[in-house]
Structures are given as C-alpha cells and as structure tokens.
C-alpha cells in the first residue's frame, strides 16, 4: 500500500473511532444522572430491553452500514458509479420493508420477548419505532463511508449521542415524577419500569437526529453524485432485481454474523434472569444485578471496543476495494495496520480499567458504588476489552474479504462456549453476575482464536508478535505500576469522595498515557518512517525526539 492510501485509511478511521469515544464518553456522563433518577434495577429493566432490541436491530438492519459499504466501494473501485447508486436505492429499499417488520414483531412481541422480566416490556415497545429510523440511517452512513469519508458518520454519531443523553434523562426524569418519594413496593416498581422507558424515549430521539443530519448532507451531495453518474462510461447497468438480489446474498450474510456474534447478549440477559428465578431470587433482585453489570461493567468496557468497531467500519471499504483488483500486499498492510493499532490502545486500556476500577466506578456512578459489585467485576474482566477489540476488528477484516460465512460459524462456535461458561457457572458456583463476566470473556476470546486462522487461511498473513502484542503488553504493564501506585495512595487518604477520584484519575491518566507513550517509543514499536504516517504522526515524533527516545 502506498503512503497516501494507509495515511487516508489511517486519518478516516481515527476519525471514527475519536467520534465513537465521544460518543461514549457522553454515554458515561449520563449514565450517573440516569441512575440516581431509575436506580439499578430501572437500569435491569432498560439492560433487558435494550439487549432484545439489540438484537433485533441487529437482523433487520445494524450491520446494513457495513454491507452497503462494502457493495459501494467494490463498485467505485470499478469507477462504476450507476451501479453504486443503485446499490444505495436497493438498500434503502430493503431497510424500509426489513425495519418496518421488525419494529412490529418488536412492539407486539414484547411480551413474549421478556416473560420473566415484566417491567421491562414498556421499554422494549418504546424502542420498536427506532428499529425502523435505524435502518435508514444504517443506509445513508453506510452510503459514505463507502465513498471513503467517515465524517457524515462521525459527526452524526455524536449527535445522536448527545441527544440521547439529554432526552434520556429529561424523559426518564419527567415519566418517573409521580411516583418519587412514595416508597411503596409497587410506586418503586413502577418508578423502574416508566423510568426505562423514558430512557428509551432518548434512543428514538438520538436517532431521529442523526437521520436528518444524514439526510441534509446527502442532499447536498447530490450534484457531485449527478455528475458522477453522467461521467460514468459503464456499459453493463445492474437491474434493481439483481442488485436486490446481490444485497440479499450479501447484507443476509453480514447481518446474520453480526447478529450471532452479538446474540450472546441477550442469551446472555435471557439464561441469567431464568436461571437466577429459577434457583428462588426475586426478578427485581435479578434485574437489580443485571442493572450493574449491563450499566456499569458494560458500558466501561466497550468505550475502548468502540476504537476496534471504528477501525473495522473503516477498513471494509479498503479491503474490499483492494479484494476487488486482487491488491493483496494493499489488503495485508491494511490488515497489519489495523489490527497493531488496535491493539497498542486497547491492551493499556484493558491495564487501566483493571487497576483504576474503584477511582472510575466510583467517579461516574458515584462514590457509593466503587465499594460495590461494579468495580470486581471491571477488575476481573477488563482483559475481555482486548479479545473483543481483536474479534471485532478480525470480523470486519474477513466481510472486506468477501467471507461472509465464516464469522458467522465462528461466531455460533463461541456461543454454544459462552452459553455452556455461563450455565456451568450458574448452576454448580454462587458465582451470579460474575458468571456473566467469564462467559463473555470466553467467548470473544474464541472468537479471536477462530478468526485469526481463517485471515491466515485465506491471504496468508502472519501476524506479527512482537511490536503488535508483546511489547505493547509489557509497556502497559510499566503504565499500571505507575498508575496503581497513585490508585493506592488516593485510596487510602481520600478514599470515598467524588472529589478524591477526580484528582486520582486527572492525575493517573495523562501520567500513565505519559508512561505508556515512552515505553512504546523506547521499545521501537513504531519506526520513523511509521510515525509519520499515522495522523498527528510530525507531532509524536517531533516530541519522542525531543525526549530523546528516537
């Protein structure tokens, strides 16, 4: 690959994966609010909710962007720029009549999609219309990424986020006022359920926003689509019954391995509120844990997975592309990039969330939870942000290579290991939210296995170890010492103040991003020549010089 092509692969996924951390950082802030508005088992109820219409966004159209991407790029590869225009009307299309039937089977299926978790059903019917508007949005940011621009999609994301948070919590605040202050078992059951639904109000209204922001974009992108298309000489124009037909054979593959690949959540969600019934602790007791570890241990762990997400929406396009004029030193150094980078951010973010678990619980949701059930289980289960960074990286990495089916075998293997954890878990251990912990842990870790051998099987890349893995690790663990050490003594001497962890983190991360940035250089992960192509790279570099570490 040449320098432009990695610096423009590189620049357009940093841009998404730094929108996708705002996004999850504003996806943090609330999260405190919410909860002290729904409590923890209101935050069960949207968990449990919000997991089934996961999945159901999942089949009908989440994974669209990806697809249609993928279908859009191979075809501008080919400077065929009619037939990806068709490609984007097909899929519109097919997001219309898809999402229109699943947000239905969403709203009067409710019930029977949650038969032990009762409150929860209003939240799930809150969301139906979202599945719907999902689809659309899927499309259009779909549209550009694969014309190689991730900003529409960058600059939505965050709006949607933003809008999510306010109308979240604005919503759940208003829904839950008649009941606060009652303290009856029934006004604190009902303060839950109508407190998730407002915040499912705020899913709908986050996506509405970005879908017209998307749609005010593409309407001014138009004219330079029109003259695309007179300019374009292609004398072979696919019919919209065979570009149906080739999203069907292509979107079904891609929306099945990321469904399945995601289905273990609410598998997950499912076999935890049965079983945990079934061995005699109340559903709101239930919904109470699954609170803490979809609200908490969760959401903590997927800030730095939403950096492998954006990597991996970023690289299909140029994948596929290079698949496409059978490019595969393009395609290989592409997948080498990727999959180092991911790796030197989430490896220290693993090593970081591990040892700060306490001050960034405590900070977030309060200083009350960081000597609860939230920061053991971050503690345990922070090295699972590596295996799922890596896994969701490695998916987007065989659909650019057009193997559709594969993730999604592999991803049905490290199910059936997630479910037989978690069951095994529940059934012989007191082991409870913890057994959900070591089942998700076991199954992206699987998943890395299965999808590492089949990118080797079919480009025949090796994978190298020592800069990408080995190095990166032992320069996280130097960063833990120097930020465990400062954990400890704001542990001991201001323990149990929002304030105390405040002071704990400002000072931990930028020392141990510090720490971590030396170690890096002075092991050469990255050569010069590296450095500069990486955004931002003149001013790393000119910066580990002046350290002296180059």
């Known amino acids: 690959m040449g ?35 729904i409590g923890n088992e209101g935050m069960g109820y949207y968990g449990f909710a919000y997991n089934v219409y996961s999945i159901i966004l999942l089949i009908a159209s989440f994974s669209i962007p990806l697809a249609v991407s993928k279908s859009i790029a191979a075809r501008l590869a080919m400077k065929e720029y009619k037939n990806a225009q068709r490609v984007f009307h097909g899929a519109l299309v097919y997001v219309v009549i898809v999402g229109g039937a699943a947000g239905l089977i969403t709203f009067f299926g409710a019930p029977a999609f949650l ?15 979202t599945i719907f508007l999902s689809g659309i949005l899927g499309v259009l940011r779909g549209y550009f990424q694969g014309h190689s621009t991730m900003v529409p999609t960058s600059v939505s994301q965050i709006l949607e986020q933003i809008l999510n948070a306010v109308f979240s919590v604005l919503m759940a605040y208003v829904l839950v006022a008649p009941y606060v202050g009652i303290g009856s078992k029934v006004a604190s059951y009902k303060l839950a359920k109508y ?25 001014i992108y138009r004219p330079k689509v029109k003259r695309q298309m007179a300019a374009d000489k292609t004398k072979k124009i696919e019919s919209y019954q065979r570009i149906l037909k080739i999203l069907l054979l292509t979107i079904t593959p891609v929306i099945f391995s990321t469904a399945i690949y995601n289905c273990s959540a609410i598998i997950d969600s499912t076999l935890f509120s049965m079983i945990m019934v079934d061995k005699g602790m109340a559903a709101r007791s239930v919904a109470t844990l699954f609170g803490i570890f979809s609200n908490q241990y969760n959401v903590l762990i997927n800030v730095p997975v939403s950096i492998a997400s954006a990597l991996s929406n970023a690289i299909v396009p140029d994948i596929a592309g290079a698949y496409a004029v059978n490019d595969k030193e393009r395609m290989n150094d592409s997948i080498n990039t990727a999959i180092k980078f991911t790796m030197i951010i989430s490896i220290p973010c693993a090593a970081g969330m591990g040892v700060l678990a306490k001050p960034i619980v405590g900070l977030l949701f309060g200083p009350a939870k ?7 289980l971050l503690m345990i289960g922070s090295v699972s942000i590596v295996f799922y960074c890596l ?3 490695s998916n987007g ?13 592999h991803s049905a293997v490290s199910v059936v290991i997630n479910v037989f954890v978690l069951v095994v878990l529940l059934y012989t251990t007191k082991a409870n939210a913890y057994a959900l912990v070591f089942a998700t842990m076991a199954f992206s870790f699987v998943m890395c296995l299965l999808n590492a051998r089949s990118i080797k099987k079919y480009t025949g890349y ?29 542990q001991k001497f201001m323990s149990g103040t929002s304030l105390g962890y405040a002071l704990c983190l400002l000072i931990a991360v930028p020392l141990g991003t510090f720490v971590y940035f030396i170690a890096i250089i002075g092991l050469k992960v990255f050569e010069e020549d590296e450095l500069r192509r990486v955004p931002k790279g003149h001013l790393i570099l000119r910066l580990a010089k002046k350290l002296r570490l180059l």
């Open 3 to 37: 320098k432009k092509q990695k610096s423009s692969f590189l620049v357009q996924g940093t841009i998404l994966a730094a929108a996708s951390l705002i996004c999850r950082v504003i996806g943090l802030l609330y999260r405190r609010p919410l909860t002290a508005i």
């Open 115 to 129: 038969p032990n978790q009762p409150g929860a059903v209003l939240a799930l019917r809150t969301m139906a219309p």
């Open 195 to 219: 407190g998730a639904a407002g915040s499912a109000i705020g899913t709908g209204a986050g996506v509405l926003t970005g879908l017209i922001f998307c749609g005010v974009i593409y309407w």
């Open 370 to 376: 960081a000597f609860e059930l939230g920061p053991k």
């Open 391 to 393: 896994s969701t990286l």
């Open 397 to 409: 990495i065989l659909q650019g290579m057009g193997k559709m089916k594969v993730p999604v075998r």
């Open 462 to 490: 090796e994978q190298e170890v020592s800069k990408t893995f080995i190095k990166p690790l032992i320069s996280a663990g130097v960063m833990a010492i120097a930020v465990g050490i400062i954990g400890f003594v704001f």
